[in-house]
C-alpha cells in the first residue's frame, strides 16, 4: 500500500530503541524526515541519518525544548509520534508504590506525551498533521503488578480521545496504539519485566507464559507496532481518528 508519506516530516520520541526506533526505521524508509528524541541518541539511531535530539522527556520543559530544536532544524513538521514511556513493575504490590513512585509514572508515561503534543499543536494545525501516541493494553486491562502504569496509560487513551474531538474539525487526526507485550527491553532486556517479575526465578519462564496468554502465543514485535503507527500517522487513515487500536496478538478476552 503506497502511504504517500514521502516529504513529510515526523517527530518521534522514545526513539533510540524499542518500538520508538522500529517506527523511526519505518517512517525513514518511507521517505519520511525523522527528528528523534531520547536521552542517548547514539547507537543504531544515529546510524540512520535522522536528526537526533538528545533530551530527557520527564523534565518539565524537557518536551518542549525537543520541539522548539526541532522547528529549528526542520522546516516544520506533520507527524507528532508520542513513544516515549516506561514500566516498572511493583511486586510488592500497591502498598509499596510512593508517591515518587507515581509521580515519576505519571510524568514519562502521560505528562510528557501531553506537553509534547501541547508543544507541537500549532504547528500540526497549521500542517493538518497528525498524532499517533503508544498507549498500552493495560489501559484496558488493569493490572496491579503495573498499577501505576495502567492508570497513567489509561488516562492517556483518554486524554488523547478527548483531544481528538477538539481537533477534529481542524483535520488533525489523534490516535493511540495499545499494545500487548512487545518484544523490546522494557519486557526483556536487563532489568525488564521478565526479570524483576521472575526475581531468584527464570525471566524466559515469565516471558514464555506470558506469551501464552496471547491467542497467537507470542510477544508482538516493535516493527508490528511501527507499521501500525506509520499506517495511522498516513494519510490512508484520513477518516481514521479518536480510535485506540490494540495489537496484542488477542491476549484482550473481549471485543
Ligand atoms: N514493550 C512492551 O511490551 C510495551 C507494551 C505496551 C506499550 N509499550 C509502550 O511502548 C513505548 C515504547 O516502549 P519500548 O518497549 O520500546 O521501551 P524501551 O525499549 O525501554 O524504549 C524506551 C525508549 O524511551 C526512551 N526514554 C526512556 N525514558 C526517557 C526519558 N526520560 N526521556 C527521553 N527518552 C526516554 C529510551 O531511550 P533512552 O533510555 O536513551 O532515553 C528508549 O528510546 C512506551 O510508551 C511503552 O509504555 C510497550
Same mark, same amino acid.
Given at each position: 500500500?503506497? =502511504?504517500? #508519506?514521502?516529504?513529510? %516530516?515526523?517527530? $518521534? %520520541? *522514545?526513539?533510540?530503541? *524499542?518500538?520508538?526506533?522500529?517506527?523511526?526505521?519505518?517512517?525513514?524508509?518511507?521517505?519520511?524526515?525523522?527528528? +528523534? !528524541?531520547?536521552?542517548?541518541? *547514539?547507537?543504531?539511531?544515529?546510524?540512520?541519518?535522522?536528526?537526533?535530539?538528545?533530551?530527557?522527556?520527564?523534565?518539565?520543559?524537557?518536551?518542549?525544548?525537543?520541539?522548539?530544536?526541532?522547528?529549528?532544524?526542520?522546516?516544520?513538521?506533520?507527524?507528532? $509520534?508520542?513513544?516515549?514511556? +516506561?514500566?516498572?513493575?511493583?511486586?510488592? /504490590?500497591?502498598?509499596?508504590? %510512593?508517591?515518587?513512585?507515581?509521580?515519576?509514572?505519571?510524568?514519562?508515561?502521560?505528562?510528557?506525551?501531553?506537553?509534547?503534543?501541547?508543544?507541537?499543536?500549532?504547528?500540526?494545525?497549521?500542517?493538518?498533521?497528525?498524532?499517533?501516541?503508544?498507549?498500552?493494553?493495560?489501559?484496558?486491562?488493569?493490572?496491579?503488578?503495573v498499577i501505576d502504569y495502567s492508570a497513567?496509560?489509561?488516562?492517556?487513551?483518554?486524554?488523547?480521545? +478527548? =483531544?481528538?474531538?477538539?481537533? *477534529?474539525?481542524?483535520?488533525?487526526?489523534?490516535?493511540?496504539?495499545?499494545? !500487548?507485550?512487545?518484544?523490546?527491553? #522494557?519486557?526483556? !532486556?536487563? /532489568?525488564?519485566?521478565?526479570?524483576t517479575v521472575a526475581?531468584?526465578?527464570?525471566?524466559?519462564? $515469565? +516471558?514464555?507464559?506470558?506469551?501464552?496468554?496471547?491467542?497467537? !502465543?507470542?510477544?508482538?514485535?516493535?516493527?508490528? $507496532?511501527?507499521?501500525?503507527?506509520?499506517?495511522?500517522?498516513?494519510?490512508?487513515?484520513?477518516? #481514521?481518528? /479518536?480510535?485506540?487500536?490494540?495489537?496484542? /496478538?488477542?491476549?484482550?478476552?473481549?471485543?
Amino acid at each position: 500500500m503506497e =502511504l504517500n #508519506l514521502a516529504g513529510k %516530516t515526523a517527530l $518521534v %520520541t *522514545g526513539a533510540s530503541k *524499542g518500538i520508538g526506533l522500529a517506527i523511526t526505521k519505518e517512517l525513514v524508509a518511507e521517505g519520511v524526515q525523522v527528528v +528523534a !528524541g531520547a536521552r542517548t541518541v *547514539g547507537g543504531e539511531l544515529g546510524s540512520l541519518g535522522v536528526e537526533t535530539i538528545a533530551v530527557d522527556l520527564s523534565t518539565p520543559n524537557g518536551p518542549a525544548d525537543f520541539v522548539t530544536e526541532a522547528l529549528e532544524r526542520t522546516q516544520g513538521f506533520d507527524i507528532l $509520534v508520542n513513544n516515549v514511556g +516506561a514500566v516498572h513493575p511493583r511486586p510488592g /504490590g500497591f502498598a509499596s508504590v %510512593t508517591d515518587e513512585d507515581w509521580l515519576a509514572t505519571w510524568t514519562l508515561d502521560f505528562l510528557s506525551a501531553v506537553r509534547t503534543t501541547r508543544a507541537a499543536l500549532p504547528m500540526l494545525l497549521e500542517r493538518t498533521g497528525a498524532i499517533v501516541t503508544v498507549c498500552s493494553v493495560n489501559a484496558i486491562l488493569p493490572d496491579p503488578l503495573v498499577i501505576d502504569y495502567s492508570a497513567a496509560k489509561a488516562a492517556s487513551a483518554n486524554f488523547f480521545k +478527548a =483531544l481528538s474531538k477538539e481537533v *477534529g474539525l481542524s483535520g488533525v487526526r489523534v490516535n493511540t496504539v495499545s499494545p !500487548g507485550p512487545v518484544s523490546t527491553d #522494557l519486557w526483556l !532486556g536487563k /532489568g525488564g519485566v521478565a526479570e524483576t517479575v521472575a526475581g531468584d526465578g527464570d525471566p524466559a519462564a $515469565v +516471558a514464555a507464559k506470558v506469551a501464552a496468554g496471547a491467542v497467537t !502465543g507470542r510477544f508482538t514485535t516493535p516493527e508490528e $507496532v511501527a507499521a501500525l503507527v506509520v499506517f495511522l500517522a498516513s494519510d490512508r487513515a484520513g477518516n #481514521l481518528t /479518536g480510535a485506540d487500536i490494540v495489537i496484542d /496478538g488477542g491476549m484482550t478476552p473481549t471485543l
